[in-house]
């Protein structure tokens, strides 16, 4: 059985960090592509980032400056590192595992982002 457990999220002031992290269990981690997607209230689901089995990530063009994304492959754990936060990241964080259209989620994180 699949699990996604993502972690790491809360309440930070604009400018500040927080660093998310998704731990998986019952997958072969390091051949699947990994990614972070966020929802804000009354918006649709959207990509924040990806990064492949052997760690090539790709961005939000919107994101790219202030996000960073890796895994740890011997820990079956990938990670968000969030900088320079602004309230427009208020979300919640999910995790996924083999792409939005067929693969696993996790339950979500809260990012609350105070202005």
């Known amino acids: 059985q699949v699990h996604l457990v993502e972690s790491g999220g809360g309440l930070v002031q604009a400018g500040g960090s927080l660093r998310l992290s998704c731990a998986a269990t019952g997958i072969t981690f390091n051949i699947y592509t990994m990614g972070w997607y966020r929802q804000a209230p009354g918006k649709q689901r959207e990509l924040v980032a990806t990064?492949?089995?052997?760690?090539?990530?790709h961005y939000a063009d919107s994101l790219r400056d202030r996000f960073t994304i890796s895994r740890d492959n011997a820990e079956n754990t990938m990670y968000l590192q969030m900088n320079s936060l602004k309230p427009e990241d208020t979300a919640v964080y999910y995790c996924n595992a083999g792409g939005s259209n067929l693969g696993y989620w996790g339950r979500g994180t809260q990012v609350t982002v105070s202005s």
């Open positions: 990064i492949t089995g052997d760690g090539s990530p």
